[in-house]
């Protein structure tokens, strides 16, 4: 109970310094006053919290949160501590979607590409959507034919591939449209509007609440395939379930905010050291807020409060993940030593 509510504490404590601090910082007693509707949008403090601090600030928390929960299903899944949301290839999937429309579609002419080509942001997350969602069928057509470690294989040689023609089609690309999809690729929090937010928000919610109605069933796939077969489980349902959750909610942020990384990988094993637990019944709240805490401590950190200079959010994921990895596995094994 009291990690649960220290992380909560902390999630609500980075959530006002995110929606604060920028390149202009504003006074914790404005923020408050916005928060609790005697500040419009009217003031400048108003307009910049209303249109710009606070989307960014819930699609970062979102997006940390559902990259947390989807690494944890997949480390449960494939009994991998290395697994990550991206594994199956979704988000190279999201990458050829939006490198085509980026680096490609506007020379092809009329007709969807050069519709999507000329759709501005949406057009981006459209793109990445179908090719999130290309992925995602085949990766669940496979599903229920092979084992676990086959469609691990098999999803890391096709996220092999993806990233092959991604890598032709930038090497072909024009300077200008290039800079445009590295830019995208770098992930970024600070594009999403307030209409994309809540399609963002819609998909990315309903996919964490369908996987974490799942949290018994991946109590018993820790067990092993054998053994959970004999408890009753289907487990071929049950991947298809929580993978489907998982794939959903990486094409979701893949989408809107780019390919985010290293929040699936670090958040689980920094909650399961914090709690020392495998129930995910208590894992999956801490897993939530830790990743939505992680994720606008690295958006926080990127922009540089006080400056216009924002770094690549993927650059900061990376330097706050892996030393949290490796303080957590070193501490585990430290205490599984002397004891």
């Given at each position: 109970m009291i990690v649960r509510w220290g992380c909560f504490l902390l999630l609500v404590s980075l959530f006002l310094a995110a929606i604060a601090f920028g390149s202009v910082t504003i006074p914790l007693h404005d923020v408050f006053l916005f928060l609790t509707g005697r500040l419009g949008p009217d003031t400048a403090e108003g307009y910049i919290l209303q249109n710009i601090r606070l989307p960014r600030a819930l699609t970062a928390s979102v997006a940390g949160a559902g990259l947390a929960f989807a690494g944890l299903q997949m480390q449960t899944v494939f009994r991998n501590p290395l697994a990550d949301p991206y594994i199956l290839g979704v988000n190279s999937g999201a990458s050829l979607g939006v490198a085509i429309v980026m680096l490609v579609a506007a020379p092809v002419g009329p007709g969807l590409l050069g519709t999507l080509a000329g759709g501005g942001a949406f057009s981006t997350v459209i793109a990445a959507s179908i090719g999130s969602g290309a992925v995602l069928a085949l990766i669940l057509a496979l599903t229920s034919r092979i084992g676990v470690m086959t469609l691990l294989i098999i999803g890391l040689m096709l996220a092999y591939l993806i990233n092959a023609i991604v890598s032709i089609l930038i090497y072909f690309a024009m300077p200008e449209r290039l800079q445009a999809f590295i830019s995208w690729s770098f992930g970024q929090f600070g594009t999403v509007s307030w209409n994309q937010f809540w399609v963002f928000l819609t998909a990315a919610g309903l996919a964490v609440i369908f996987g974490s109605l799942q949290f018994k069933s991946m109590d018993v796939l820790l067990l092993g395939e054998e053994q959970a077969t004999a408890l009753g489980e289907n487990t071929r349902r049950t991947r298809i379930r929580i993978l489907s959750s998982a794939a959903i909610i990486a094409g979701a942020v893949t989408a809107f905010c780019g390919p985010i990384g290293f929040l699936g990988v670090a958040v689980p094993h920094l909650a399961r050291g914090l709690l020392r637990t495998?129930?995910?019944?208590?894992?999956?709240?801490?897993?939530?807020?830790?990743?939505?805490?992680?994720?606008?401590?690295?958006?926080?950190?990127?922009?540089?409060?006080?400056?216009?200079?924002?770094?690549?959010?993927?650059?900061?994921?990376?330097?706050?993940?892996?030393p949290v990895i490796i303080w957590v596995l070193l501490k585990s094994r430290t205490t599984r030593s002397l004891s």
């Open positions: 495998q129930s995910h019944r208590k894992l999956i709240p801490v897993t939530l807020t830790l990743g939505a805490s992680l994720a606008l401590l690295s958006d926080l950190i990127a922009r540089l409060p006080g400056t216009s200079t924002t770094l690549p959010v993927n650059a900061i994921t990376a330097l706050i993940g892996a």
